[in-house]
């Protein structure tokens, strides 16, 4: 620390007690994890990066999977610190290139990990890029991450770089759990860990003295097991009962071709919620989903919506969630073949019950559904005890696929039994 003299006067009280040792340790492989809102975002992608950069000699590649989730994530969140510490006029940001520009040269890059391309061809206009910050690490593969490593060590200049990680601890089957935490028998009570090569800070909404009470309430009034332990407590997830065991990921981007008989379905968002949408093909003789594309974004206003929908399904009829009939009028208007959903008495688990009976094949690059399809679970009780309700959390795709294949399980419903919850 002592070699990094600040230029940049800060109170350190706009920073939270946990990160702010963070400010300057120069670990190479820098782990922040934990429960939601308990500030990592905010400092790891906003604050350290903003400071470094208008002290000079570090340019940052934020990155997350989603190239175009960006926009309305990191990216937002750095303008928002610009904007809080008011030193905009140090800071030109260039939404369509996705780069932030400091009066001093440096800069701070985005780029997802789905744009290889991008990715390869990437470089800062002055020195190299010294730090790289994975947004929702869990979201991405360990390849990409490697590759993204080895990109970053690759150079010969002298100054320290960084790798950081942040994500909430989904599941302990996780390629990060395996990778980092298994071999330092990680527990759950662990708050910090320091070697040479890599440091870990967990930190849950305590760490974070900026929430409402609001904020608190919510994280304190979760009533199910599994997102209480990840999401309050920030423990590694031990996921109990997952409604979808039948599906898997294969690369489907040959396929395009064979699949004409088209399923789309979308569950309307805006700020806190995405609006979802996959695109899919059944097979109908051998009851088998594909899922080969997915829009998966917050922010959208309906005409953005239209245009993605339209870019993505063409003229395909999409059902949409029929909460909405407005914003389905809309879709229309902008000549989006949407229509309404039925839905009706039982609709939610019916359908869950259908989609279990088939084999759903997820292409690899829809992370999202992916994602959806690994957490969504029944309701636990306190003990851990499994109720024939789902969560209704992480769960915009797979509602929009449910609202898709509402015909197919609507007609065997009519057909087959009376009361298809004997199982329960
Ligand atoms: N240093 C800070 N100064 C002001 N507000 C903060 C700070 N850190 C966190 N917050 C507030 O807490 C919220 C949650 O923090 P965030 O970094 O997004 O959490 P996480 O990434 O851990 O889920 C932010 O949206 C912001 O309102
Ligand atoms: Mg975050």
Redesign the pocket.
């Known amino acids: 620390m002592t070699n990094m003299a600040p230029t940049v006067e800060i109170d350190t009280a ?3 007690d946990a ?1 702010y040792p963070y400010l300057s340790d120069m670990t190479p492989l820098q782990i ?1 994890y ?14 350290r990066t903003i400071f470094d950069v208008m002290q000079g000699g570090r340019n940052y590649l934020i990155t997350r999977q989603v190239g175009r989730t960006i926009r309305n994530s990191v990216f937002n ?1 750095i303008l928002k610190v610009i904007a ?1 510490w008011g030193v905009g006029s140090l800071f030109n940001p260039n939404k369509s290139d996705m780069v932030i520009t400091c009066s001093n040269g440096y800069q701070i890059l985005f780029a997802g990990l789905d744009d290889t391309e991008k990715l390869k061809s990437i470089t800062p206009a002055k020195g190299v890029i010294t730090d790289i910050v994975v947004e929702e690490a869990t979201e991405c593969e360990l390849a990409s991450i490697k590759q993204l490593e080895k990109r970053l060590r690759g150079g010969s200049e002298s100054v320290p770089k960084r790798i950081n990680f ?1 994500f ?1 601890p989904i599941l302990q089957n996780h390629w990060i759990y395996k990778n980092y935490f298994a071999m330092l028998g990680w527990s759950d009570t662990q708050k910090e860990y320091h070697s040479d090569e890599i440091s870990i800070l967990k ?1 849950t ?1 305590k760490d ?5 009470s609001q ?1 608190v309430q919510r994280l304190e009034n979760e009533t199910d097991k599994y997102y209480y332990d990840v999401y309050t407590l920030g423990n590694w997830g031990v996921l109990g009962q997952v409604i979808f065991k039948n599906w898997k990921v294969e690369d489907l981007s040959q396929m395009h071709d064979q699949f004409t008989d088209r399923r789309n379905g979308l569950d309307f968002g805006f700020s806190s919620d995405p609006a979802a949408s996959p695109r899919t093909h059944y097979d109908k003789k051998h009851k088998t989903i594909y899922i080969y594309d997915e829009l998966y974004e917050t922010g959208l206003t309906n005409p953005q919506l239209a245009a993605r929908l339209l870019e993505m399904h063409g003229k395909d009829r999409i059902v949409c969630d029929s909460a909405e009939p407005k914003s389905v009028k809309e879709l229309n208007d902008c000549k989006v073949f949407a229509t309404s959903a039925k839905k009706g008495k039982d609709s939610v688990n019916f359908g869950i019950q259908w989609l279990q009976q088939q084999t759903i094949i997820v292409d690899k690059k829809c992370i999202n559904m992916q994602n959806e399809l690994s957490m969504y679970k029944w309701k636990e009780d306190a003990g851990g005890n499994a109720l024939p309700i789902p969560v209704d959390k992480n769960n915009h795709l797979i509602e929009a696929l449910r609202y898709a294949y509402e015909d197919d399980s609507l007609a065997n419903y009519l057909t087959t039994v009376e009361d298809p919850f004997t199982d329960w």
Do not use: A, W
């Open positions: 706009i920073f939270n990160y922040f934990g429960g939601s809102s308990s500030g990592k975002s905010v400092f790891t992608v906003g604050q969140e809080d942040l909430n930190t909404y974070n003295r900026f929430l409402t904020d």
